[in-house]
Each structure stands twice: as C-alpha cells, then as structure tokens.
Nanobody, 115 residues
C-alpha cells in the first residue's frame, strides 16, 4: 500500500508565493511518477503539473511560467513552488502518485489566494 501526504499551502496574496510538498511512503518498488492536480469550488479536478523520474517537468497552460515542480527521488517527494499567485489559483491541491500503474492520491491541501 502507498500513502500520499501533502503539506504546505494556506493563505497567499495575489502576486505572492506559496509552496506545497508531497511525500509518498509505503511499499514503493520503483520510483513513482508524481504530479499535482487541483480542484476549485464548483469545478472538476484539473491537472496542474507533473515531473518525470528524470526531473523533466510539464505544466498546464494556466500555471506555466508561474509554478515550478521538482522532486527528490531519494525521498519520494514532489514539491510545487507557486509564484505570481492569482485569485484563480484558489483550490484544494492534490498530489498524484503512480506506482506500478496504480494511482494514489493524498487528502489534499487548501490554497486560498485572497487580498
């Protein structure tokens, strides 16, 4: 079994920055694929960013140029640095981990951007 836990987030201001962390633990036989999703109130969950085992990153158009995803393979962790925050970034952010073709999700962490 794999456990996924997010941390970070909270309240940020427009134009400010916040960071999120994700840690995967449990039975992980190979380095997992990791990424972030988010769900704003009244909207479906949407993909935000992903990082490959080798560190290559991809982003949704909404966050490209503002967010940075990185990972620490030794710790099975993924980080999301969120810069130039906007009100539209307000959402619950979820870490997604894929191990042996199975998906695992964290409980989510709230990010609220407000002036």
């Amino acid at each position: 079994q794999v456990q996924v836990m997010e941390s970070g987030g909270g309240l940020g201001q427009p134009g400010g920055s916040l960071s999120l962390s994700c840690a995967a633990s449990g039975t992980i036989p190979s380095i997992p694929a990791m990424g972030w999703y988010r769900q704003a109130p009244g909207k479906p969950r949407e993909w935000v960013a992903a990082v490959s085992v080798g560190g290559a990153s991809i982003y949704s158009d909404d966050v490209k140029g503002r967010f940075i995803i990185s990972r620490d393979n030794a710790k099975n962790m993924a980080l999301l640095q969120m810069n130039s925050l906007t009100l539209e970034d307000t959402a619950v952010y979820y870490c997604n981990v894929i191990v042996s073709s199975r998906e695992y999700w964290g409980q989510g962490t709230q990010v609220t951007v407000s002036s």
